[in-house]
Nanobody, 126 residues
Framework: QVQLVESGGGSVQAGGSLRLSCAASGNSFNSYSMGWFRQAPGKEREGVAHINTKGGRVYYADSVKGRFTISRDNAKKTLYLQMNSLKLEDTAMYYC???????????????????WGQGTQVTVSS
């Protein structure tokens, strides 16, 4: 079992940067592939990025490719999301999640994740 706590959200102007962190508790963080998701008001939660257990394989939503970078530090049991060139449409609550080790579907499928953090708000203004 793993508990996840996000931090690093805030308000930023368009074009700015933020780095989100997701701290994990428990001893099994390095056994989980991890993902970042976001949910804007009135919209469904969507996948933003995903990283495998060792960090060698990453995936991104088309909307954030080239601007966001997912990474992890297994020694620190922490997941990161570096967000650059932020746009108004990046405004959302951001969540980190741990993927079930037995899941074999698409990385952006919410059903594949069985542990979620409480979220951190990112607001981008003009």
């Amino acid at each position: 079992q793993v508990q996840l706590v996000e931090s690093g959200g805030g308000s930023v102007q368009a074009g700015g940067s933020l780095r989100l962190s997701c701290a994990a508790s428990g001893n099994s963080f390095n056994s989980y592939s991890m993902g970042w998701f976001r949910q804007a008001p009135g919209k469904e939660r969507e996948g933003v990025a995903h990283i495998n257990t060792k960090g060698g394989r990453v995936y991104y939503a088309d909307s954030v490719k080239g601007r966001f970078t997912i990474s992890r530090d297994n020694a620190k049991k922490t997941l990161y999301l570096q967000m650059n060139s932020l746009k108004l449409e990046d405004t959302a609550m951001y969540y980190c999640a741990a993927m079930s080790p037995w899941y074999g579907g698409y990385w952006y499928d919410l059903a594949g994740y069985n542990y979620w953090g409480q979220g951190t708000q990112v607001t981008v203004s003009s």
